[in-house]
């Protein structure tokens, strides 16, 4: 049973939210059985972290959703404190699900070097809905001695006739780092790489490695790097670096409050699609649908497209195909619509009586006069020439400049709806999806 709709009013209408409880990371994308299906990490009992399952959404076109149930349970000695987060792959007709089952035993311990568990686990299926077959894969000790106990998320790809699986890590000296393996078989794993980063934090979450035009894309989650004036605002980031990892060249996958741990899945079209969590643990500031009995939501599907060193987003086609007509108007009210403008002069936008956003062709800057549960003001020094803003009732994505950058955040306003200043704008209602 889905969550009762009419009650909780802060729903989004197109954006996946937990079928009930919380949701962070969203697993295992893939397209299997002639429909996609999209994962997630669940506590299906309580919005706070504690439990984590693997729920689970199919669809044929990103508006029809269908809830599948629970995909991963952690039920066995070895991922009895969670089922965290990984991936899918297809082999022989079968869909396999690779995770990393986490143990915390009880005592006095640290939780990095000493105390925990990460197993690699994998399951499979043949329908794409019910899993078995609990396998591990690797306990701790298979892992190279230079790392902590923090070894998590793998990401299962294939390149030619090999598998591969990259896992995130945090090295005993506390350096950001990720191991590669690759596989004939999706049983038997040989190390190729262990990587450690220099300066980008002290741990990789969620990395994965994919091709867009022919590049290299290292994409993964670290954390614990220091605030810089243009970037690094969150207190984890997410982001992304085109073949070789470096901080010079690491971009941010999105600039908003509400962002992290993203996957990347190639559709049968060759489309690579990037999907996040629009969430953050740890933040300063707040999930008011949690007072609602849920929290968190997933960010739009995003196609992902290479251009002048920089990875463009845009949502796919068949959220586009949601959009109404648009208008000539500079105010709306509603709680789904997308408000479009180019920046030719200074700008304000108004959303609901909550969130203020001052654009220029050198800048973006947030403030929420209420509503925003303590999200603090934003400032970028950014080149800005166009806006599409993308409401669903309580989370926003801006796009600027065709999905050069994008920003994401959630927003609490209790009469959603815009009012634009400065710049000719086009609104366009956006129809709900379908969740059941
Ligand atoms: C990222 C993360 C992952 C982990 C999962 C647990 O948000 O911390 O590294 O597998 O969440 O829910």
Known sequence: MFILSSLKKFLPGFHLYPNSGRLNDPNGLCYFNNEFHIFYQNNPHSTLKRECYWGHYSTKDFIHYKFQGLAISPNSKRDQDGAYSGSAIICKNKLYLFYTGSVKHKGNYDYVLTGRESNTMRVESKD???????????????????????????????????FYMVLGARSKDNHGSYLLYSSKDLEHFKLVKNYKSKDLGYMFECPSIFILSQNKIYSFSPQGIKTESNRFKNIFSSGYAINKISKSNYIEWDLGYDFYAPQVFVDPKGRRILI???????ASYSYLEEKEGWKHCLTLPRELKLKNNKIYQQPIKEITNLYQKFKNANSYKGKRFLAKFNITKDTQVILGNSLVIKFNKNRMATHFKCNG?????????IKINKVDIIFDTSICEIYLNNGEYVFTTRIYSSNPGVVIKGSKSKIAEIKPASFK
């Not at 990401?155 to 090999?162: D, I, L, P, R, S």
């Not at 549960?373 to 020094?381: F, G």
């Open 276 to 282: 996040g969590w629009a969430g953050l643990e740890g």
């Open 128 to 162: 794409g809905i019910h899993f078995t077959n609990k396998k591990v894969i690797f306990t701790n000790k298979d892992y190279p001695s230079n790392l902590s106990l923090h070894v998590r998320d793998p990401y299962v790809f294939k390149e030619g006739q090999n």
């Open 373 to 381: 549960a303590n999200r603090p003001d934003r400032k970028y020094n």
